[in-house]
């Protein structure tokens, strides 16, 4: 029938732990009506990504979204309402209208960043999260992505849940403030996990 008709997954299907047979519905059902258009649909693809990610490349939407071809993402830009930035090496950053944007002097507070998180993942230029550390630190050969450290929002390590217990494995030696903040972030897993 999928092959036929526009469904969508619906819970428990695409959950964490659920291990049954896919869920379907009708997609008209679940969202309303029919599909939006192409155009509809890239520019809610742009706001979301946006919203999450802000301000980025168009590049940056591409890799998140998996788009081969920029043609189309470069026609939806084009129209829409955005706020645009340039960064120190001359590209070009977008934004949504209103979106905050924190002081540059804001501190980013160290935090446990889970397996496979989007914000490691969806740059296409990945020195703005990882710095000097080499996507290979994170990524194993098998394209699995580690949980990572991030201070300062930079990925400074990986850290994994065992036995119900979190293990930091920082890349160098961290400052003991920031240690402490990790510890505390980590009681917090280890209490939301137990």
């Known amino acids: ?19 049954g047979a896919g869920v379907y519905e009708a997609a008209g059902t679940a969202i309303g009506g029919g599909p939006p258009s192409p155009e509809e649909a890239c520019e809610h693809l742009v706001r979301s990504y946006l919203a999450a990610f802000g301000p980025a490349t168009p590049r940056d939407v591409a890799r998140w979204a998996g788009l081969q071809r920029l043609g189309p993402l470069k026609d939806t830009l084009s129209r829409m309402e955005l706020r645009r930035f340039v960064d120190e090496r001359g590209r070009v950053l977008l934004d949504l209208p209103r979106a905050p944007l924190p002081d540059p002097e ?89």
């Open 1 to 19: 029938m999928q092959g036929h008709a526009d469904v969508i997954h619906v819970p428990p299907s695409g959950t964490w732990g659920y291990h």
């Open 106 to 194: 804001t501190p980013a507070p160290p935090r446990l960043v889970p397996r496979f998180d989007n914000l490691v993942l969806s740059h296409e230029d990945r020195t703005r999260i990882l710095g000097d550390v080499p996507v290979s630190r994170i990524v194993t050969k098998n394209a699995l992505v580690h949980a990572t450290i991030l201070v300062d929002g930079f990925v400074s390590g990986t850290w994994r849940l065992e036995r119900g217990r979190v293990r930091l494995e920082p890349f160098a030696r961290l400052p003991r403030s920031v240690s402490r903040a990790l510890k505390d972030e980590a009681a917090r897993i280890e209490a939301f996990a137990a």
